[in-house]
């Protein structure tokens, strides 16, 4: 599976910095081309003519060859990794990684790629459990790399605990599991709707939600990962589309209803995670609403259910997947909601739950599937919640 991949491996600073020779030897014997990266404090540990001679390239430390005065230009050898694995990584690299911070070759060249990133942690226990650490690894995986668990055991300083460098075939095997996974979707289409509608009441001003859209867009970018062909239609949103979907922009629910008529056809899955306007203005004015009155009544009028009529029309071999926000009785209302608009399951976030729904970054749901099974997940990152989703999906396939 590694054959003729392009590895960028990052070795920092931390004594367990000496497994990394044996895992360059693993990516070596999978035939990988391997370009070892060091921070200026690894080579401290191990030195860099061990990982030169066994991957059979120039180890690389800083931006500039002080030998032959050559640019070691971060943003080439970002686009050249088809993977980026980072063993043993220090929670000082991690935390640049977390932030941004590129003071050095190895974290520019991980803000310049665009391809997985495996990390695998290796410190002392405190460092590891201290909340700094743990929430830089959460900030990680909200950005979709991979965390490598680190071992337990008799740590270098003597201290028993959590931190110890996995294996390296252990590290190996991670790599092996998640990219025969990140496959399961291939061959289907996926069509993905995000973020809010935004209804004219003039040209100057809507009825809209405070949808983010940062739900379907991790829904968007997880099924893409796992190789599905993903459409994401989506409302109004400053967030940016994952880039190798396509991205149909809307804005009103007619709008919406329109391009979902348009995809759902050819869709295998469709996941209907945009908060639709339930009402509209009936009548929209031409031109700007002057404050001639102390007071105003717009009417309104309901707009389509989408996602009643996408269940109306579904076939046999299609899952359709719907999303339900409540407040009060929410597994009755999400069951009610489930069967009549005929969905495969529906994702249930109750306003209740502290950090569900629109505003943030994490979210919590309950997945009720057509038997009437409740999955209740607990509060995790947006894009974790839609690794889940994709999870649950795939149970149908
Ligand atoms: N939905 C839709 N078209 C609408 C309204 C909602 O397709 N006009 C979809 C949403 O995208 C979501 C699901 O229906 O997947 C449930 O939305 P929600 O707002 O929770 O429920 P409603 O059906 O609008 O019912 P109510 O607002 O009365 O709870």
Same mark, same amino acid.
């Given at each position: ?5 392009? *590895?960028i491996?990052?070795? @920092? ?39 030169s001679?066994?991957?059979k ?16 230009? !971060? ?26 911070? @590129?003071?050095?070759?190895?974290? #520019? ?5 665009? @391809?997985?990133?495996y ?10 459990? !201290? ?24 740590? #270098? ?17 991670? *790599?092996?599991?998640?990219?025969s ?8 289409? =996926? ?12 040209? /100057? ?18 099924? !893409?990962t ?18 190798g /979907? ?6 009103? #629910?007619?709008?919406?209803?329109n %391009? @979902? ?14 908060? =639709? ?53 929410? *597994? ?8 009549k608009?005929?969905?495969d ?6 306003l ?8 943030g ?5 309950? *997945? ?17 919640? %839609?690794?889940?989703?994709a999870?649950?999906t795939?149970?149908?396939?």
């Amino acid at each position: 599976m590694l054959k003729n991949k392009n *590895i960028i491996l990052g070795v @920092c600073g931390s004594i367990a910095a000496y497994k990394a020779a044996l895992l360059l030897r693993l990516l070596i014997k999978a035939e990988a081309n391997v370009q070892v990266i060091m921070t200026r404090d690894a080579v401290n540990f191990i030195t860099p003519l061990t990982l030169s001679t066994l991957s059979k390239r120039p180890v690389l430390t800083d931006y500039f060859d002080t030998k032959t005065g050559e640019w070691n230009n !971060h943003v080439e050898l970002g686009l050249w990794a088809d993977l980026i694995l980072v063993a043993p990584a220090s929670a000082n690299s991690l935390a640049k990684f977390a932030s941004g911070i @590129c003071d050095n070759l190895l974290s #520019a060249v991980y803000l310049s790629a665009r @391809c997985p990133v495996y990390f695998a942690p290796a410190m002392d226990l405190d460092m590891w459990a !201290h909340p700094a650490t743990q929430t830089n690894i959460e900030r990680l995986k909200s950005y979709g790399n991979h965390l490598i668990q680190p071992g337990s055991g008799e740590l #270098a300083s003597g201290l028993i605990g959590e931190g110890r460098l996995a294996e390296p075939y252990e590290i190996l095997e991670a *790599i092996l599991n998640t990219q025969s996974n990140q496959q399961q979707f291939k061959g289907k289409k =996926v069509l993905v709707t995000a973020g809010p509608t935004h209804e004219a009441i003039d040209p /100057v001003r809507f009825i809209g939600n405070h949808s983010s859209g940062k739900m379907g867009i991790a829904i968007a970018r997880v099924f !893409h990962t796992l190789g599905a062909d993903v459409t994401l239609i989506s409302g109004p949103t400053s967030e940016h589309a994952p880039e190798g /979907v396509n991205l149909i922009k809307i804005t009103s #629910a007619q709008e919406l209803l329109n %391009a @979902c008529l348009d995809n759902f056809p050819h869709a295998d899955i469709t996941i209907m995670s945009a908060a =639709v306007a339930d009402y509209r203005p009936k009548v929209v004015a031409e031109e700007k609403i002057k404050k001639n009155t102390d007071s105003m009544t717009i009417e309104l009028e309901k707009t389509t259910d989408i996602l009643k009529t996408l269940g109306s029309k579904k076939k046999e071999k299609q899952i359709l997947v719907g999303f339900a926000l409540e407040t009060h009785n929410e *597994i009755e209302n999400a069951k009610d909601k489930l069967e009549k608009k005929n969905l495969d399951f529906i994702v249930l976030n109750s306003l209740q739950d502290e950090g569900a729904g629109f505003a943030g970054n994490q979210n919590k749901i309950t *997945i009720i599937n057509r038997a009437g099974e409740h999955f209740q997940f607990k509060l995790k990152s947006k894009l974790e919640v %839609a690794q889940d989703i994709a999870q649950h999906t795939l149970t149908l396939l």
